[in-house]
């Protein structure tokens, strides 16, 4: 079985800075494309960045200019640095991967932006 493991969250004024961590274990031979969704409340889980194996990323408009999005292959971990946070980026933030040819989701990790 396979896990992600979010850790990183939590509570940043606007304009402040965090990152989020995710790391997957389990019986791993393969990890393709890994990333972050979140969910505000009341809304849809949308995309906010994916990377390749090969460190291709894609962004969400939203977040372009203000977040990045990092992994090391060698330890199946991928990371989202957040900067000049906005309250609208408030969510539950979730890990996810395609590993070994399925789709896994982590718990999800709290970020609030306060105004």
């Known amino acids: 079985q396979v896990q992600l493991v979010e850790s990183g969250g939590g509570l940043v004024q606007a304009g402040g800075s965090l990152r989020l961590s995710c790391a997957a274990s389990?019986?791993?031979?393969?990890?393709?494309?890994m990333g972050w969704y979140r969910q505000a409340p009341g809304k849809q889980r949308k995309l906010v960045a994916t990377?390749?194996?090969?460190?291709?990323?894609t962004f969400a408009d939203s977040v372009k200019g203000r977040f990045t999005i990092s992994r090391d292959n060698a330890k199946n971990t991928v990371a989202l640095q957040m900067n000049s946070l906005k309250p609208e980026d408030t969510a539950v933030y979730y890990c996810?991967?395609?590993?070994?040819?399925?789709?896994?989701w982590g718990k999800g990790t709290l970020v609030t932006v306060s105004s």
């Open positions: 389990g019986s791993i031979f393969n990890i393709n494309v």
């Open positions: 990377i390749t194996t090969g460190g291709s990323t």
């Open positions: 996810n991967a395609w590993v070994n040819g399925m789709n896994y």
